[in-house]
T-cell receptor, first 114, second 113 residues
Framework: GDSVTQMEGPVTLSEEAFLTINCTYTATGYPSLFWYVQYPGEGLQLLLKATKADDKGSNKGFEATYRKETTSFHLEKGSVQVSDSAVYFCALSDQAGGYNKLIFGAGTRLAVHP | DSGVTQTPKHLITATGQRVTLRCSPRSGDLSVYWYQQSLDQGLQFLIQYYNGEERAKGNILERFSAQQFPDLHSELNLSSLELGDSALYFC????????????FGEGSRLTVL
């Protein structure tokens, strides 16, 4: 079945460092891809999405490009802030049966220090 | 604030007991999803409803059941609870069934002792 694999955390960075969180997927068909973020004590929030190959999703300085040839959707940010400390989830939409459900990766915890 | 409301926020109970978790979706959203988040299993899809009807089922145990009511709120019933059922249970909603853009509640943390 469809699946998502993320790099293991935690990722620990200093403020203003460059961030990359790797995500690869396995899917039949052409899923949409998502990054969700979970801040401490909160539910998940959609960060960005891409619906087809070569699309780039971006939001709040984060970017990810849908790479069909490498089945990847890596999350990047040029300069992280302490407020970016959270758990980041890569996800794909499973459209089997015509109904969408999201399949999530295990999550990657990011800790940013001043 | 996502607009999705879950109650209770915290629940502590004993093995063998039964609990009900409640979810009110965002205003206007017809689709409701339930997810379980545990340390060892990550975020697991349990079940999805659309406008009162079950649409997709994931790794939901037979001891668990759910329903969506005519006013679109949903309940997740967990029975014969085991220690391993301790987890954070999230409800999410979306406007349609054809989107991966979900709005999550803050979760209900269940502790089974």
């Amino acid at each position: 079945g469809d699946s998502v694999t993320q790099m293991e955390g935690p990722v620990t960075l200093s403020e203003e460092a460059f961030l990359t969180i790797n995500c690869t997927y396995t899917a039949t068909g052409y899923p949409s891809l998502f990054w969700y973020v979970q801040y401490p004590g909160e539910g998940l929030q959609l960060l960005l999405k891409a619906t087809k190959a070569d699309d780039k999703g971006s939001n709040k300085g984060f970017e990810a490009t849908y790479r069909k040839e490498t089945t990847s959707f890596h999350l990047e940010k040029g300069s992280v802030q302490v407020s970016d400390s959270a758990v980041y989830f890569c996800a794909l939409s499973d459209q089997a049966g015509g109904y969408n459900k999201l399949i999530f990766g295990a999550g990657t915890r990011l800790a940013v220090h001043p | 604030d996502s607009g999705v409301t879950q109650t209770p926020k915290h629940l502590i109970t004993a093995t063998g007991q039964r609990v009900t978790l409640r979810c009110s979706p965002r205003s206007g959203d017809l689709s409701v999803y339930w997810y379980q988040q545990s340390l060892d299993q990550g975020l697991q899809f349990l079940i999805q409803y659309y406008n009162g009807e079950e649409r997709a089922k994931g790794n939901i145990l037979e001891r668990f059941s759910a329903q969506q009511f005519p006013d679109l709120h949903s309940e997740l019933n967990l029975s014969s609870l085991e220690l391993g059922d301790s987890a954070l249970y999230f409800c999410a909603s979306s406007a349609t069934i054809h989107t991966g853009e979900l709005f999550f509640g803050e979760g209900s943390r269940l502790t089974v002792l």
